[in-house]
């Protein structure tokens, strides 16, 4: 069960990679929350899959009466859920920000910065720049 376990996050985090390599935004983030849930799968995984009790120990008992499960995979998934969580909230902003100001997902469209020299030049200039810079440019 473990080496299934461990291939399904193979293939989670190869279609993550792809996800997030693709140029779109909204890909972006599908990527990174299965890249996420990919980390935490592989948490999971490295704790070792066992059928055992809860870590859970009787008040009135000084050791446990018989085995019990891996507690620190456990908080570790915890843990890795609520980062994830706020990582993800905060890509959403920026991109939200981003998607305002330049009017598209793309990120080969999003290239204020650094202009690509052959198609945007033919173009007539950069894309996206007066959504920065108010509709006349930089001066006004």
Do not use: K, W
């Amino acid at each position: 069960m473990e080496t299934l376990l461990s291939v399904i996050c193979g293939f989670m985090v190869a279609a993550s990679l792809y996800l997030m390599l693709s140029g779109n935004l909204i890909r972006f983030i599908f990527g990174l929350v299965l890249a996420t849930n990919a980390v935490n799968l592989l948490i999971f995984v490295a704790g070792r899959l066992s059928q055992t009790h809860p870590p859970l120990i009787d008040p009135d008992a000084v050791i446990p009466a018989q085995s019990l499960a891996n507690a620190l995979p456990q908080a570790l998934i915890l843990t890795a859920i609520v980062i994830g969580f706020a990582l993800l909230t905060f890509v959403f902003i920026l991109f939200y920000r981003a998607f305002q100001a330049l009017d598209t997902v793309e990120t080969e469209l999003m290239r204020v910065s650094e202009p690509r020299q052959g198609r945007d030049a033919e173009e007539g200039g950069q894309a996206g720049v007066a959504g920065i810079h108010g509709p006349g440019g930089e001066g006004a």
